[in-house]
């Protein structure tokens, strides 16, 4: 079946402007996870989202960043005034929340480089 | 807090030998210990997973892993490593019970030599 996807694959912005990232969990997943992937800082967990719960946003490292997931499906990556610290590869993850299925399935990921 | 130690950067292996990648991990409560295996500009694939019983876990590609309590560790193994093993691996923890993000290692490149 179908895995995570995530779109764009690669974004270059200029410093300053804002970007949004998306990301298409595997259908059926009730969790869905954002992380960052950067030299020097590895996985970072930034936010997660479960079913209707409030999302857990403690991972975000500025006010700058937002996430929205819309009809428990879909979600949305917002970094705004992107720095050049922001420049790193965001990777999607979704988890069945059911029964004794902890694993965590990654989309490819997309690379954000800010010039 | 949770956290995840990788002692090794890269390791090298010859084809056919065994292999070991190692992780130690430090977590309040009992823990749920992943590995993900990362192939180049690809995300992160699921190789297997501790969450109770058997200490000794198997997965995909041939891949076990031992869960050791005492030594709080969660070593990568498999008797014959080939070619196509050659990646970055990350070890995964997190905690039985609240926040279900998981923390990772720094993780490891394994070299296979042919």
């Known amino acids: 079946g179908a895995g995570v996807s995530q779109s764009p694959s690669n974004k270059v912005t200029e410093k300053g402007k804002d970007v949004e990232l998306r990301c298409d969990p595997i259908s059926g997943h009730t969790a869905l996870y954002w992380y960052r992937q950067s030299l020097g800082q590895g996985l970072e967990f930034l936010i997660y989202f479960q079913g209707n719960s409030a999302p857990d946003k403690s991972g975000l490292p500025s006010d700058r960043f937002s996430a929205e997931r819309t009809g428990g499906s879909v979600s949305t990556l917002t970094i705004q005034r992107t720095q050049q610290e922001d420049s790193a590869v965001y990777l999607c993850a979704s988890s069945y929340s059911g029964g004794h299925s902890y694993e965590q399935y990654f989309g490819p990921g997309t690379r954000l480089t800010v010039t | 807090a949770q956290s995840v130690a990788q002692p090794e950067d890269q390791v090298n292996v010859a084809e056919g030998n065994p292999l070991t990648v190692k992780c130690t991990y430090s977590?309040?409560?009992?823990?749920?210990l992943f590995w993900y295996v990362q192939y180049p500009n690809r995300g992160l694939q699921f190789l297997l997973k501790y969450i109770t019983g058997d200490n000794l876990v198997k997965g995909s590609y041939g891949f076990e892993a031992e869960f050791n309590k005492s030594q709080t560790s969660f070593h990568l193994k498999k008797p014959s490593a080939l070619v196509s093993d050659s990646a970055l691996y990350f070890c995964?923890?997190?905690?039985?019970?609240?926040?279900?993000?998981?923390?990772f290692g720094s993780g490891t490149r394994l070299q296979v030599q042919p």
């Open positions: 977590v309040s409560g009992n823990p749920y």
């Open positions: 995964a923890v997190r905690r039985d019970t609240g926040r279900r993000a998981l923390t």
